[in-house]
């Protein structure tokens, strides 16, 4: 027992570890839904869905599909035995239509087949006849007509009023912008299979297994009980998979009850784009009250978001708009109207960021249009709205900062992206040159970590370690991507001291741990780390005392390290600890669970202490753009984000820049366009453009913010990533709009998508507003 | 002649009998052989998640060509004499990974990893092409792979630093070429095919006769070349295809040949080769040709079926067009020569007569005094399809500056791929200055009246037509002012 223990166990906290699937990636071995193993018998389904936006169905003829040879089945809303809704809050989101369609791809009926192509071809054969009636297509609209989802919000800070009359200086105007496909590279899937006793396995590529879980029991009539869902990863979900996936499980468990066999549902491309969620786009309208140096006194400004036909989770997404429309800035008179607007549209979902981005935007356009007016560099306008460190520290919701550091993110970026030379630079070639123009801009992000929906902030976890000393690690978390499962089992290795290969990392699972919440709000790793670190804990507090009643010496003299463990002057490697602790009899098994304290929100009020904590970055976005066409490119973009103290910096950094360019596209070329009818025609990658690799800026300078340990008591003083680092792009816009900026046209109308179209229709001279 | 389809899948020879002429080859590994390392992303070729290797003989050397496509719109008959790997070829334990595996990994490549066997396919055939890349051709190259995670900055990196690993030994390589070699000995170079499935047929003749007498038999067979557009109509449309000919095994059809006045291009060269042979000719071409589809796309999709299939927003006519390509269009043994802006008679309707096909496209060598340009504008820089494509050329008088020939058309524009007639008039015999211009432009209108779609209002179009005139004018008299933002910064 000669073992170096001053070395540590490879992959602890804090260390770039690669992603635990990154040799199963490269070599197609990682599965996903579409990939285990068909059990025989497997039926496949396709969706029929509407082709008018709101539309009552007349009549429905289903047997020229039932006639196709290898058609098995069909199923239409009177086969639901229990409640028809995949809805994740409202009961208004029906699995399968059955009088009245709301948006053009409405499921109405789906086809049960040997195999996909039959399915999918003979979707096509069914004849539906419908009474077509008015649709209500955009925010604007249904503001107009009192079309909502749900009722308006408003929150109002101050004396509004009263401090738009003082204001030296005030500023109306109106922007909007746009919505956004999550793209995640695997398209919606689940697969049921049926089996003895009312069971339902599904299989599903989700962020919410427990709400699966859930909705399939409920829509088969069943209990939670009958129903298993398992998740290994998914191929992406950004979102798109926290309430979606409910409509998938729901049909092929359907199917799967229906037919007595095994059912998969994987959605084409085009049908998942038309069918399911997106991100809201938003119509904004804004009055400042503002000094002569920029600085706010009040801010009216009303979010209209284009929720579509059903509530899902625009509650939520807008109340988070609202949480957001302060940014880093503060206000200290403002009067903030949300409104959930009715579409007949998609019912837009949760994305990355959820709601936050869109209060973002509205914030920083109108700072940029106080900075224009005024003149001055919108970096210094910025920087004089910040919120304070111990004074000008409370958000219109009543929460008080704490852990504000955007000051010092802010600074430092400021000197390391060279920003103020660079600015001259720009403003000489721009003087220069007549075709191309360059623009810069820095804005800065907080953006509040933790679900706002209180009781969903919390985790289970489940640990074994069996009697050859490896581990098996389950949370309720799951895996897209993002990195989880990797943080988590880092977790678990430090507690340990153990090495990472010695956790075996398995599938979110409802039947180990019960009742979890979805992976969003960027929580994961906040909460499934501090819930299996509960879980490691409990057992190492076991085998600690264990270790010193069987060496006869005190728990205080128990060490874990590098995969040993010193008791008093023994040392012992940990499998050996753990063949000593079995044959004692001593549990090796211990479920975690974490529920985060000191948070609390009065809806009603509109007040309260929704977020544990804050996280903080900020970025400079170089762009040059073509005044002839509208094309541009993104030159540099430079970031310094804040992670707390990483759990991982090679997983953080992945992050960072993925959600940033993510960004990109949604202000840039990524447009959801839906013609005059309701119809989206932007349904494929081939006419729906996310960022391609000639897109990311060859100059790209991204930082992690070094000795950032959070101030609240998080999992190893690390701080959420997946969400913050998107409204870093929020920069690419504005530099945009700074590139197109003249004197005859100092507020460019610009509004997001900045496609190259909308550039050059903002930037021309009679543009101007 | 053979009827089954026989190629090298992985170093294995395979064959496959009595499967829809239309079965991609994506289905046929996931669903039939459940090889699942491929993924379905999209189903048309835009994503590049399906994406494997193509391997095929190089006839001098004897050395394999590998090629990435996308198996998604690939007809699995299209296989049949060549040899194909899939991410399942690559290393399935990672201590014997190969160098871009290694590389993939080692700078954090993959988040989701539900796009990474597609990025290492596309660049393991790089690498076994022995292809040194700059980062500007690794964009290019992987333009047909979307990653949704990363921002792709990792990928780019990896890519980069793949030369820095130990070179690979794989067996699989050294066993698919004698293989290969084996199964080309027994084929002929030229293989045929000819299969036939619940009365649908796949034939694929392997010369120019044959072709023009089964064009001629079978006059509602669709013809078949790269099928970067047909395998959409059956992924997405669910067209069932009865009768297809296949034009890539057509040998004559498949020759580059360039003489003292012209550049000859069989019909079913594939843009990837068509690319450096056009642009060797036409420099000024080179970032449209490069902003085409993307890599997979290129190496299957054929110049002569992105002219017959007439699309309106098809990005070589207007450029072909403006150098005065023709057309030498075939029925049984007869040929005609046609003007390139003259094949195009209404939306997606040519010249084309029952049994007759493109056979050459023909293109003119430069002119002495010419100057040509190619504007594509799209949405997203790389792999989009124009909103606007504008292209020119011009001759002036040497001292005078008098224009004494102009050729303006456009993509995107109107029904076909369309000359600017009028503006071409207005133009004609004045002196190419700002008055010129400025007069011109009001012609647009008489030439184009463009449709408002998804990619671009009609407004937009009219404008942004105008604009790229205008671009053109200080491309050929202000060289020093900067107007390409494509090659901006990079």
Redesign the interface.
Known sequence: MAADTEIKATGGVGE?Q??D????????????T??L?EPTNLLHIALGISHHAHAEIEDIDLQPVLAVEGVVDVLVAADIPGKNNYGPVLDDDPLLSANLVQYAGQPIFAVIAE???TA??AV?LAVISYRELEPVLDARTAVAKKSFVLPSKHVVVGNPVEALTQAPRQLSGQTSVGGQD??????QIAMAVPGEDNNMLVYCSTQHPSEIQHVVAQILKRNSNDVMVECR??????GGKESQPALLAGIAALAAQKTGRPAKLRL???VDMIVTGKRHDFAIDYTAGYSDTGEISVLQLSLASRCGMSADLSGAINDRAMFHCDNAYYLPNADITSHRCKTNTVSNTAFRGFGGPQGMFAIEYVIDDISRALSLDPVDVRRSNFYGINERNITPYKQVIKDNIIHQIFDSLEDSSDYRARRSEIQAFNNK????KRGIAMTPVKFGISFTTTHLNQAGALIHIYNDGTVYLNHGGTE????LFTKVAQVVAHIFQIDMEKIKISATDTAKVPNTSATAASSGSDLNGQAAADAANKIKKRLTKFAAEHFGTDTSSVEFTNNHVKVGSQVLTFNELIKLAYEARTSLSATGFYATPDIHFDQEQFAGQPFYYFAYGAAVSEV???L??G???L??ADILHDCGKSLNP??D??QI??????GVGWLT?E?L?WDTDGIL??H????Y????????P???R?NILESAENQQETIYRSKAVGEPPLMLALSTFFALRDAIATPANTHPPLAAPA???AI??ASRPEAAP | MSDEIVFILNGELTRVSACDPTRTVL?YL??DL?L?????????G??G?CMVVLAELDDSTQTLNHKAINACIAFLPTLHGKALF???A???S?AE?HP??RA???L?A????????GF?MSLFAQYENRVQMS?RD???V??G????????????DAALAVKNYPAAEHAVIDVTREKLIDLQATLGTAPTLTMQTSGRTFSSPATLQALSALVIEKPDAQLLAGGTDIGLWV??Q?RQLENLIYLGNVASLKTIELTETELNLGAAVTWSEAMSAVVSLYPAFADLFTRFASVPIRNTATIGGNIANGSPIGDSMPALIVVGTQLLLRRGDKTRRVALDEFYLDYQKTLLAEGEFVEKIIIPRPRPDQTVAAYK?????????S?VCGCFAIELAPETRVISSIKVAFGGMAAIPKRATEVEKKLKSTTWDEAAITQALASFADDFSPID?????AD?RL??AQ??L??FF?ATTQPS???D??N???
Not at chain 2, 110 to 115: A, I, L, M, N
Request: include cysteine; glycine fraction near 10%.
């Open positions: 770039p690669h992603h699937s990154a040799f199963l990636h490269v070599s197609g071995n990682a599965r996903y579409d990939d193993p195999d996909v192509s999918r071809q096509d999550q793209f995640y590279l695997e398209g990863r998914m191929g992406g979900g950004f084409d491309r085009d040159n007549t075709q191309l897209m991507g993002q990195g040059v753009v073509d002839l066409t094309e541009n490119r030159l540099r090679a997983i950094l992945g820049e993925g959600g940033f360019i993510q070329t447009e366009h025609k932007t494929a990658p081939s006419t453009k996310i960022p391609t690799i000639g897109d990311a060859v100059d790209f991204v496609t190259p179209e050059l229709t | 289905q996931r669903e459940h699942t390392g491929s993924k379905e992303g999209c189903g048309e835009d994503c998640a899939t991410i399942e690559l290393s399935q990672a990974a871009v595996q993939m990994v080692d954090d993959s988040q989701c990893g539900f796009c990474t066997p290492v980062p690794i964009d290019d992987l333009s792979n979307l990653c949704r995670c990363t921002g792709y900055r990792p990928i780019r992924t997405k669910h504008v799209s949405k997203r820089f790389d792999q989009d399809i909103a779609d998804m990619r671009a209002s937009y404008q942004v604009n790229l205008r671009r200080v002012a900067l107007i933002v494509y901006y910064g990079r």
